[in-house]
């Protein structure tokens, strides 16, 4: 009992995330990974009581995102045997409208986007490894907070609209022209470990601009992070659609969530 009252706010959204999937979900499985996932928690919250204080402290900081990428493979079980895609018709007529006006050209900004991209799954380690080179370690657990609920919100969203992506359903035809190392390592990883739920919202997006809302909020004296964080953010939107891994209502959405992430964060900042 005790080691549950000493869960962290990171913690206990995880929690909270699992047995939403858990209540969704028809099938035993993810009960199974909730008992898991709390099981784990509570473990390092009292072995961080009762053993090893420094161990478990930082095992802490890091164990939140490594259940992100278990809370990301559950959204696969909602992939639904068959979808209508009137979805994604009506956001391709968008897509399309804008595609014609970018007009961007050459392999070296290809890859630069596609690098963008390839970081995404970098961002959460990085941002926690931020705090530990600036010698802020006590703030990892807000930042944390804020980068997780951005992520896992637009989770939570995928079982709501099943969609493919534009690169699968519509072929060939918006793809970049320019086919380089990173494109192709990028397509292995999406197509060998992705899912196939729901392309929206953009959590790519999402996590990506929640990083940076949370540099700039909790390491104030060093903005640098956060304004580069923030520049990468959206390099990462236009990456994810001109790569058209997703559709622009995608990564709209996926910064609307961000920003509804942190506004949660700091409304119960103010409560407290």
Not at 8 to 26: D, M, P
Not at 33 to 53: D, P
Request: charged share 15%.
């Amino acid at each position: 009992m005790k080691a549950l009252q000493a869960l962290r706010s990171t913690e206990w959204l995880l929690i909270g995330y699992f047995c939403y999937v858990a209540l969704l979900s028809a099938t035993r499985l993810p009960v199974l990974v909730l008992f898991l996932a709390a099981s784990l928690v509570a473990v390092l919250a009292y072995g961080e009581s009762h053993g090893n204080r420094e161990f478990f402290s930082v095992a802490r900081d890091w164990v939140p995102l490594a259940l992100t990428v278990v809370a990301y493979r559950e959204m696969d079980w909602f992939t639904p045997l068959a979808m209508d895609h009137h979805l994604e018709f009506q956001w391709i007529k968008w897509d399309r409208s804008l595609l014609r006006h970018w007009g961007l050209h050459g392999a070296l900004l290809h890859s630069y986007l596609e690098f963008c991209y390839l970081l995404v799954y970098a961002v959460g380690p990085s941002t926690v490894a931020v705090f530990y080179l600036e010698h802020r370690r006590k703030r990892v657990n807000q930042a944390l907070l804020l980068y997780l609920l951005g992520t896992l919100l637009a989770y939570a969203l995928f079982p709501y609209f099943p969609s493919q992506p534009p690169r699968t359903l519509f072929g060939d035809s918006d793809l970049p022209n320019v086919m380089t190392a990173l494109r192709e390592f990028n397509l292995w990883i999406v197509n060998g470990v992705g899912i196939h739920s729901s392309v929206f919202p953009s959590a790519h997006v999402s996590s990506a601009f929640s990083a940076a809302w949370a540099l700039l909020l909790y390491l104030p004296e060093r903005k640098r992070y956060g304004w580069g964080m923030l520049i990468y953010a959206s390099s990462v939107s236009v990456a994810t659609v001109y790569g058209r891994y997703h559709y622009a209502v995608d990564a709209l959405a996926g910064l609307g969530v961000s920003v509804i992430a942190a506004g949660i964060v700091l409304l119960a900042a103010d409560e407290r």
